[in-house]
């Protein structure tokens, strides 16, 4: 089964609800999901509790072994650990699917921030876009 790593920002109500609604399209389409907000316990108990080491050994041991990044690109800026994510992806030759509803776009060439949409392997609008987009990495 291809496992899919989940990038994005988690850090308000909005942003996780909207990971977790594509964690379950994936899941439901038949793909294995590494969602960091759930699989390696990043909430705000566990920053709290100082556990920042052991939620960044197992987001990175998540992207270690996935088959593709698909990264939430929404807002003015990337999330930064985000941005780190698609980074190391890319070096490591994984395909990654950007996702960005926001219609504010920088310019028509230039979508997010060039260094993150030159990483990308698709780029699409919606959740929709998405799951078509997901059908040829199906194991």
Do not use: H
């Not at 399209?25 to 907000?37: C, H, K, R, T």
Request: aromatic content about 10%.
């Amino acid at each position: 089964m291809t496992t899919i790593y989940l990038a994005g920002a988690l850090f308000s109500e909005a942003e996780r609800t909207f990971n977790k609604n594509l964690q379950k399209m994936m899941l439901d389409s038949g793909f294995s999901v590494f969602l960091p907000q759930e699989d390696a316990e990043d909430n705000k108990d566990q920053r709290d509790d100082r556990n920042q080491s052991s939620i960044f050994n197992n987001c990175f041991g998540g992207l270690q072994k996935s088959d593709l990044v698909v990264a939430v690109l929404e807002g003015v800026d990337v999330d930064s650990g985000t941005a780190w994510e698609l980074g190391y992806a890319y070096a490591q030759k994984k395909p990654i699917i950007g996702i960005r509803t926001d219609f504010r776009i920088q310019t028509p060439d230039e979508r997010v921030n060039l260094m993150i949409q030159e990483t990308l392997t698709e780029f699409v609008d919606n959740a929709d876009d998405l799951k078509k987009a997901l059908e040829k990495y199906k194991n």
